[in-house]
């Protein structure tokens, strides 16, 4: 039974082997997606526009929120003026139009802060996407290149992980790997920031 089973897991692997090979005269490449992803000038471009746009949105969302403190100080003091019996009851009642109108524009306010923070995070992860979709546009047309003028007929990510956390790509040989020339490629029409002058 153990012969048989053992001759079975054998004809098993054979089979899985000749269909997991790749035909003969085919050869296979890897580069490591996050290498350049993270490397290439664009991703850093892209970096710097989000966290300014993100820095002009949160001072913005600051400054809202420090009116909206000022207004619930307004309406706390209203409020308790309107309930202070040493004030004659018409400015008790004044008071309290001041309290309801406070309390108002404090919704308004409240209301009108969320609806820009969903709009703004909406727009930002809009732009983000439109960012990074681009420049994977990019490296997969330097990955085509570089694996026609190659020879390569594949070229895996060797940076992915499978479900079970198992890195997809377990081995692959460094004259397999395209990474350098691909970043090398991409990083070649990066216009050279300027340092600044010494004084």
């Known amino acids: 039974m153990m012969k048989r089973l053992a001759g079975i897991l054998l004809l098993l692997a054979a089979i899985f082997s000749l269909h997991a090979a790749p035909p003969k005269g085919e050869r296979?490449?890897?580069?490591?997606?996050?290498?350049?992803?993270?490397?290439?000038?664009?991703?850093?471009?892209?970096?710097?526009?989000?966290?300014?746009?993100?820095?002009?949105?949160?001072?913005?969302?600051?400054?809202?929120q420090d009116k909206i403190r000022e207004v619930e100080k307004e309406m706390d003091s209203a409020r308790d003026a309107s309930q202070n019996l040493a004030l004659s009851a018409t400015e008790r009642a004044g008071k309290k139009q001041i309290f309801e109108a406070k309390e108002q524009e404090l919704r308004q306010k409240k209301a009108a802060l969320n609806r820009y923070m969903v709009e703004r995070n909406r727009t930002l992860s809009n732009v983000e996407k439109a960012k990074r979709q681009e420049i994977l546009a990019d490296i997969r047309a330097e990955a085509a290149k570089q694996a026609v003028s190659g020879g390569y007929t594949f070229v895996l990510d060797s940076s992915g992980m499978t479900t079970s956390g198992i890195p997809a790509v377990l081995y692959a040989p460094p004259t397999a790997?395209?990474?350098?020339?691909?970043?090398?490629?991409?990083?070649?029409?990066?216009?050279?920031?300027?340092?600044?002058?010494?004084?």
């Open 28 to 64: 296979i490449a890897v580069v490591n997606m996050e290498t350049v992803f993270r490397q290439y000038f664009k991703s850093r471009i892209a970096a710097d526009t989000l966290r300014q746009q993100s820095e002009v949105y949160r001072t913005y969302i600051m400054a809202e």
């Open 177 to 199: 790997d395209l990474t350098a020339k691909i970043l090398k490629s991409l990083n070649a029409v990066a216009v050279p920031q300027k340092e600044p002058e010494k004084k």
